[in-house]
């Protein structure tokens, strides 16, 4: 899309497409002008003039999270779960995500020399990790993936629209069960999970979430963080590969070096492109006049790549410490989650870097993913020398 994107910034940074009945919004200025100004831009679609209420049972959840709510609900909502995904919070749980990836390594790596980067690590090891956090059984992580992957997934080919929302209003409805009962469960029987303290917040005095709330909240952050991450972690390692020299060999053991060159991913190949946004009244930008109650598209992966902010943008650039970009988004709604996937790549990364060196990518067509708002792929086959 980067091609288009450079189009779009240079011929019309702010446009309205007819057939999609939304605005698209292109340079990393405005991207973060919409990013800033919660009042003018609303993150919930409640407020587009356009909006359907969603009928099926379970189908709103996710529409009563801190994701689409503004202030000062949000701030009620992203306050219960906070402290849990602060960088500090997340340190004492290095050792033990390390082990997490170790083991799903161990098992990937051999004298074969080949590897699935995503169906090997980085599909399987965020899901772990939010799942142990969450507290849910590992028993249960299997069935977790499948939830997670569908509802982010777009039709698949030949698929009607409505056996298509069948499928997802059914995943809703089996997700909301479960965690459902969980919830019963930890009511009952509190532990050091953060489903205890989403239950706690939702049975405490004033109500601080209601039972639907308590069901999206565990519902967006099983759903947030999973393809995201496992496309930082992938696309990471298709970065390195198609780097001049071995940067592979230069970021074993460094983890500074690495750090950064992760956030340099998150520019380069962001794994979340675009959000979106309501316009509350109407608004000026670039000459064109937004009306109330329209929807804006913001496309983060093309305000990375804005050369108006970026020296050399299309080029990436491991020690750039690109620190303002916008692939965790900006303001109110910044990631939760951007420290647990900081963390999860790094780990996830430096034990890879343990095991191998010489890595190639061994395809060179690669299929993009199919989810429609994720950037990354679908697998991504490397052969590597086993080190010893
Ligand atoms: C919000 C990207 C990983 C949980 C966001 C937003 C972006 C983003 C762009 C802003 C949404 C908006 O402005 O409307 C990413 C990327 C990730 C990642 C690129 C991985 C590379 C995670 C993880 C979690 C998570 C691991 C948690 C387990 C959330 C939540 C929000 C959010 C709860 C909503 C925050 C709010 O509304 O205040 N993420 N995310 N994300 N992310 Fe992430």
Not at 12 to 33: G, L, Q
Not at 142 to 170: I, P
Not at 255 to 279: F, H, W
């Amino acid at each position: 899309p980067f091609d288009w994107y450079e189009r779009m910034r240079d011929e019309a940074p702010v446009r309205y497409d007819p057939e999609r009945r939304t605005w698209d919004v292109f340079r990393y200025e405005d991207v973060k002008r919409v990013l800033d100004d919660d009042d003018t831009f609303s993150a919930d679609p409640g407020e587009a003039s356009d909006f359907v209420e969603p009928e099926g049972p379970g189908e709103g959840l996710i529409l009563d999270t801190m994701l689409f709510e503004d202030p000062p609900r949000h701030d009620e909502l992203r306050n219960v779960v906070d402290e849990w995904f602060q960088p500090r919070t997340l340190a004492d749980r290095e050792p033990h995500f390390r082990e997490l990836a170790g083991e799903l390594l161990d098992d990937a790596v051999g004298p074969g020399g080949e590897m699935d980067v995503v169906g090997d690590l980085a599909y399987p090891f965020p899901v772990t990790v939010i799942g142990e956090l969450l507290g849910v059984p590992s028993s249960d992580h299997d069935r977790f993936k499948t939830w997670s992957d569908t509802l982010v997934e777009a039709a698949s080919d030949g698929e009607s629209a409505d056996a298509f929302a069948d499928r997802q209003q059914r995943t809703q409805m089996e997700m909301g069960q479960y965690f459902l009962e969980m919830i019963e469960d930890r009511r009952e029987d509190p532990r050091d999970d953060l489903l205890s303290v989403i239950v706690t917040a939702e049975s405490s005095e004033g109500e601080t979430l209601s039972r639907e709330e308590a069901l999206g909240m565990c519902i967006l952050l099983l759903v947030a963080g999973n393809i995201t991450t496992t496309n930082l972690i992938t696309n990471a390692v298709r970065c390195f590969a198609e780097a001049d020299g071995d940067l592979f060999d230069d970021l074993r053991g460094d983890d500074r070096a690495l750090t950064g060159a992760v956030e340099e991913v998150v520019r380069y190949r962001s794994p979340v492109q675009a959000m979106s946004r309501v316009a509350t009244e109407d608004v000026t930008m670039r000459g064109e006049t937004v009306e109330a109650g329209d929807r804006i598209i913001v496309w983060l992966g093309s305000a990375n790549r804005d050369e108006r902010k970026f020296e050399a943008a299309d080029e990436f650039r491991p020690d750039r410490s690109p620190a303002q970009h916008l692939g965790f988004g900006h303001g109110t709604h910044y990631c939760l989650g951007a420290p647990l996937a900081r963390l999860e790549a790094k780990v996830g990364l430096s034990e890879l870097l343990d095991r191998v060196e010489n890595v190639r990518l061994a395809e060179t067509s690669l299929q993009p993913t199919r989810s429609s708002f994720v950037y990354g792929v679908e697998s991504l086959p490397i052969r590597y020398d086993e080190r010893r």
